[in-house]
């Protein structure tokens, strides 16, 4: 079969996939976006409830939630915020579609190369997931802090989640799977390299004891 | 000795695609709000999707206000990330970061550029439909399958594009010295 046809094939698979896990994907990895929520919401200012898959509010399917409480920095004990972080279920298992199928289409010469780039993947996953789909559910909490600041600017966040949803994500996700891909290649070859330096070294003292 | 070759370039290009889209999208965030932003978004995509839709199905009585598609059974909001730029910016980048001349680019963005288009009007006039007449099935479509499906297209048109670069070259005949 051509590369091309077993692309477009595991690329159709991996769309099935997602649209039958979206759900379970997303209530797996929720205890890792509640773990990243804990870890980002440091201090008093933020406090994380809970992070679940959660009915829609439209009606129109699940919704991976986080709810959390936010009050002012600089006002601890004044007004303070309940919000809502959402996110369709749909739209959690995008960043992990584009990056495993981008990482597993990438070319690779030997099981082994395949493999080093998949144990390389790994942290790279979780780097995206954060950077992601973690980043859009703590958007809520640094809005409502602006707001409670009194700022009215868009801030860092903002800017992140505009680029996010205007396709960033996608870039993202292929690009980081690009730089792995990339970087696994380098490394099997880097490691059969002193693979053949070792195993040559022998001849070398032979051939120069001979030339003694 | 070939993968290590390989690397270099793809890793490259990842990197070139990456600064490139987020420039891209940088200067398009800056217009937002713009009257060229407003062109592009509502005249350009907007405006030929309600068209389309009401050429397609006169019965639908799509109108469009602001930025959503009204009809009478439905009203299709369109977000940041749902108009489809992204698409022309992702293509931009790619083409942009792949050794190619800029004759090459141009004509690789020109038809590119009309796939893409052709594409964010079908994603949209897909998702009001769906809206309308399959709500059930929206989560799995606006949220996976309708953002990547044009995108997987955007990348097999990408492919090709680079596949016709090399074929002069793997073409052209061997002289002896």
Partial sequence: ????????????????????????????????????????????????????VRPGRSGLGAELTL???????????????????????????????????????????????????LALGVPGFLLVEALTTGSQLLLPMAQASAVLRGQV??????????????????VLACGLAGVIGALGTRRTVASAAARDLVSSAPLAAVSSRQRR | MPDQLRMLPSLGFALKFMALFGLLMGAFEAARGSAVERFVVEDLILKPTVAVIDRLAPAELVTLSDRTLISPGSRLHVTRGCEGIEMFLMLGAAILAFPATAKQRLQGLAVGAVIAYVLSLSRLIALHFILRYSPAAWEALHGLILPLGPIVLLAVYFRYWTLSLDRPATARPVHAA
């Fill in chain 1, 1 to 52: 079969m051509r590369r091309e046809m077993r692309g477009l094939l595991v690329i159709a698979g991996a769309l099935v996939l997602g649209v039958v896990g979206a759900e379970p994907y997303a209530r797996a990895m929720a205890p890792y976006y509640d773990a990243l929520a804990r870890l980002v919401a440091v201090g008093p200012a933020w406090e994380v409830g809970s992070v679940a």
């Fill in chain 1, 153 to 170: 600017a868009l801030t860092p966040w903002d800017h992140w989640s505009h680029f996010l949803e205007a396709g960033g994500q996608f």
């Fill in chain 1, 67 to 117: 709810e959390a409480l936010v009050r002012n920095p600089d006002d601890l004990t004044g007004p303070h915020a309940q919000v809502r972080g959402r996110i369709q279920v749909g739209e959690v298992v995008e960043t992990p579609i584009v990056y495993w199928t981008v990482l597993l289409l990438w070319p690779a010469t030997t099981l082994r190369s395949r493999l080093v780039r």
